[in-house]
């Protein structure tokens, strides 16, 4: 039986999940055919969805027909959702593209239809609700044949046939000779994009369902598989489990897959699914496994696939409650960072800050009931702002080193200019022969995460980075040493050369009364937006241009109101071009490179077994390597010699004879005199323990769950804990903790036997004072600092401080308290 992956894509309320009801319905797959509008459609079980009448969340069922096993994905049809519908396109085989009558191609349709021309999906057209619709057949068709393709060809018109010959040389003579085209040469056609077999009907009252599916079935035909392993995931689901369409081989249950164990497969239809044994080439299932896995990924031969075409411009932060924290909140954020990629959840460590990327009031909407209904927390959102991007003018040769007290790594780096809408691409060009393929791969793994710029902190693009030379150290070197270094490397590159800002632009198309036309081209013009006018019929003018979308915010309000809610606009296109008010901009974010100490511009050196930091301007003539002066022309080949037995025989004799020989006389040692040098022996420090508190309470397992009932209580539970293991130890403690969100927090101190408490004063946060605590006592103590936050390590190592991680400490003091008890015992 033939498997096809289809997906349904509309603009909102265009009828797609009636369609689905239809197709489920005359293919006998369900005994009743429900509604949006009586909330008992097959895939709208989401609670909101019924609530909204809306497609949130993508979707599957399956069905047959004629000898057809049919994978069906419902996709949403809100543009704020447009990125979760674009997750389905990259495993789809043919899509439905849906047209209300009613309404007609809308802004989203277009921006659909771009999506499908971009994935190379074949399409077919179906305008619903013809039952209901105001305008004929003639009409609709001629505004599907302008807007979207010209070669949209009606299935029920008598000449079809040569119509769709018309859309190719090699096809036309084909008709001209034998009066119809072969079924073989129509396929080919529309599976290579060159016509669109457009129908026309009611899904709701089942009208122009059936000859759907049957030109879907016969136009697709039969697909070919390989024979080797291949699966595409385009969906993480709630329960972590990943929805994935099986793209060659076989798949079966407890298998291994890329060093995974697959521990189920489901199939699902709908709400409810069926465990399987075993997977086919064409099959859409749910595969479970104990790993965290990511839209895109790809298992067996095929690859990960990062792009994406409707990301968002606007970044939000997530405001909180009073008495919540963002970091009780952030592990539900990375599940729904998984579940939805194109939010880019991010926690800022600095900042204690969570952010994200929306595109509408709706996504919104969604988002602040769905955290409410999971963690009881009530959100809000701040004002949006836009996304910008960074890239250079030229190429750039960067370096990075990270060497604190038992770690080394040092990486170097090109960076070149890519044109226009790249992306980030890596590329290994090594020059050093004694760079393991172990150290080239986990290089090339940091060097392919998300890469920010020095203007403004933005993520990088349209650059090609290359590695050229790396070193490692067996003993300490890890994947983290050659994270940091590769992450400097590039950062040194971008603070030598001039980088080059990115911001949004639209493209729009504006549609409004002519007697409004000056006062809209005045906003336009207000807003720094190049246009044209297009045209005007009767009494409504039509303009064309393009401007940059954070000065284009809101504008759709302020149409409104200048052409009293008859004005229209439609966003065509969004694209990344060079900004043309760079100054005010990084003026405006005012962000220092120097002070990030996140994703550092420096480097650190070891001297006298302590790590000291180098600014990105001192570090070039402190590298250890220098492969710019290495010309790559070091290769190897592997050549297998036959050795035979009389030659092995031979060498075996003369190994014996060397060991059968009398040893050398040993040479006796002279003796050689030193001049007498003083040796000064250091005082010993005393030890110092910092502690920042507020990571211990949410990382310590004794202490988690008391948090989240009553922070106050796991707050004295862990100052008792610490003083008793600074009475044990007889060593001085800091213990410091958050107070920056508290309006009314001064900052104050305590001391309780000998350990002294730190409440930080409000606008300071704990990593701010620990660095500061660490720099000015690190000439007076040993110092070890207690966190498990990632951010300040490297200002820790660099000033000689160690490190201990919130679980070491947990274990110490728990060890030490239990030894106590028991001598009080």
């Excluded at 909204?52 to 047959?64: D, L, N, Y």
């Excluded at 104990?290 to 839209?295: G, Q």
């Excluded at 709706?362 to 999971?374: A, D, F, H, S, Y």
């Excluded at 009475?727 to 403690?733: A, N, R």
Aim: overall charge negative; proline content about 3%.
């Amino acid at each position: 039986m033939e498997k096809i992956t289809l997906g349904i894509l509309a603009h909102v309320d265009a009828g797609k999940t009636t369609l689905i009801e239809s197709m489920l319905y005359e293919s006998h797959q369900i005994k009743k055919q429900g509604r949006v509008d009586h909330q008992d459609a097959f895939l709208d079980y989401d609670p909101q969805e019924r609530e909204r009448g809306i497609t949130i969340f993508a979707k599957q069922a399956k069905f047959k027909w004629k000898d057809h096993e049919i994978f069906v994905i419902d996709t949403p049809g809100h543009v704020d959702f447009s990125a979760s519908m674009e997750q389905v396109l990259s495993v789809l085989d043919v899509a439905i593209v849906l047209i209300s009558a009613q309404d007609g191609i809308q802004s989203h349709t277009e921006t659909i239809w771009k999506c499908l021309k971009e994935y190379e999906i074949p399409t077919l057209i179906f305008v619903n609700k013809m039952d209901i619709a105001y305008r004929n057949k003639e009409e609709i068709l001629e505004e599907v044949v302008s807007k979207l393709d010209p070669n949209s060809i009606d299935q029920a018109d008598k000449d079809r046939e040569e119509m769709i010959a018309m859309c190719e040389d090699k096809a036309l003579e084909e008709y001209l000779q034998q009066g119809s085209l072969s079924s073989e040469t129509i396929q080919r056609l529309f599976l290579t994009r060159r016509f669109f077999p457009t129908f026309f009907g009611s899904a709701l009252k089942n009208e122009g369902v059936d000859p759907l599916l049957d030109s879907l079935c016969a136009l697709v035909g039969q697909k070919e598989f390989s024979q080797e392993f291949g699966a595409r995931i385009f969906k993480i689901q709630e329960d972590g489990s990943a929805l994935a369409k099986i793209t060659g081989g076989t798949l079966k249950a407890k298998e291994i897959v890329n060093e995974i164990k697959i521990d189920q497969i489901r199939s699902f239809n709908g709400q409810k699914y069926t465990l399987l044994q075993e997977a086919n080439a064409g099959d859409i299932v749910a595969l479970k496994a104990d790993t965290d896995w990511k839209v895109g990924d790809g298992l067996g031969y095929e690859t990960a696939q990062q792009e994406r075409l409707l990301a968002s411009f606007l970044t939000y932060e997530l405001l909180l409650p009073e008495e919540v924290d963002a970091l009780q909140l952030w592990p539900y954020c990375q599940q729904l960072a998984k579940e939805d990629p194109s939010l880019q959840l991010d926690y800022h460590e600095r900042s204690k800050k969570i952010t994200l990327r929306l595109r509408g009031d709706v996504q919104k909407e969604v988002l602040q009931k769905m955290i409410l209904e999971k963690t009881g927390i009530l959100i809000g959102f701040s004002q949006g702002s836009v996304v910008y991007k960074e890239t250079i003018g030229k190429q750039e040769y960067g370096v990075g080193h990270f060497e604190p007290l038992r770690h080394y790594a040092e990486v170097h780096v090109l960076l070149d200019p890519l044109p226009a809408g790249s992306g980030v691409v890596v590329c290994n060009g090594n020059r050093i022969e004694s760079l393991s393929l172990g150290w080239q791969q986990q290089i090339m793994n940091a060097l392919n995460q998300r890469q920010y710029g020095v203007l403004t902190g933005s993520e990088l693009t349209d650059v090609q980075i290359t590695l050229i030379a790396g070193q490692g150290n067996l003993k300490h070197t890890s994947a983290a040493d050659f994270r940091q270094a590769a992450h400097r490397a590039v950062r040194q590159a971008l603070r030598k050369g001039k980088s080059i800002l990115l911001e949004p632009y639209y493209t729009f198309k504006i549609e409004v009364p002519s007697q409004s036309l000056s006062k809209v081209l005045y906003e336009l013009e207000q807003r720094n937006a190049s246009f044209e006018i297009l045209e005007t019929e009767e009494d409504m003018s039509t303009i064309q241009g393009s401007g940059a979308i954070r000065l284009l915010m809101n504008f759709q309000s302020e149409l409104s109101a200048l052409s009293k809610g008859r004005g229209k606009i439609a966003f065509i296109k969004s694209v990344y071009a060079p900004s043309q008010d760079t100054e005010s901009i990084v003026k405006t974010i005012q962000y220092d490179p120097e002070a990030d100490l996140k994703y550092p511009t420096g480097s650190i050196f070891c001297k006298q077994g302590a790590g000291y930091y180098v600014p990105y301007d001192e570090v070039e003539e402190k590298m250890h390597l220098h492969p710019l002066d290495t010309e790559s022309s070091h290769s190897y080949e592997r050549v297998r010699y036959h050795v035979s037995d009389e030659e092995a025989k031979r060498a075996f004799e003369r190994t014996l004879s060397k060991k059968k020989e009398k040893p050398k006389a040993k040479k006796p040692k002279v003796k050689q005199e030193l001049d007498h040098e003083e040796i000064k022996i250091q005082p010993k420090k005393p030890e110092l323990l910092v502690i920042d508190g507020y990571n211990m309470i949410y990382s310590w397992n004794s202490l988690k769950d008391l948090a989240k009932a009553d922070y106050n209580a796991a707050r004295e539970r862990l100052i008792d804990q610490i003083v008793n293991y600074q009475g044990y130890k007889d060593i001085d403690v800091y213990l410091v903790f958050d107070a920056y969100r508290r309006k009314q927090g001064e900052g104050r101190n305590e001391t309780r036997h000998k350990t002294k408490i730190i409440y930080t004063r409000y606008g300071e946060n704990a990593d701010s004072y620990i660095e500061r605590l660490v720099h000015d006592l690190k000439s007076h103590y040993s110092i070890s600092v207690a966190t498990s936050d990632g951010l300040i390590q490297n200002s820790i190592l660099a000033s000689g401080a160690n490190r201990i991680s919130a679980r070491e400490l947990e274990g110490k003091v728990m060890g030490v308290n239990a030894i106590a008890l028991s001598h009080l015992k």
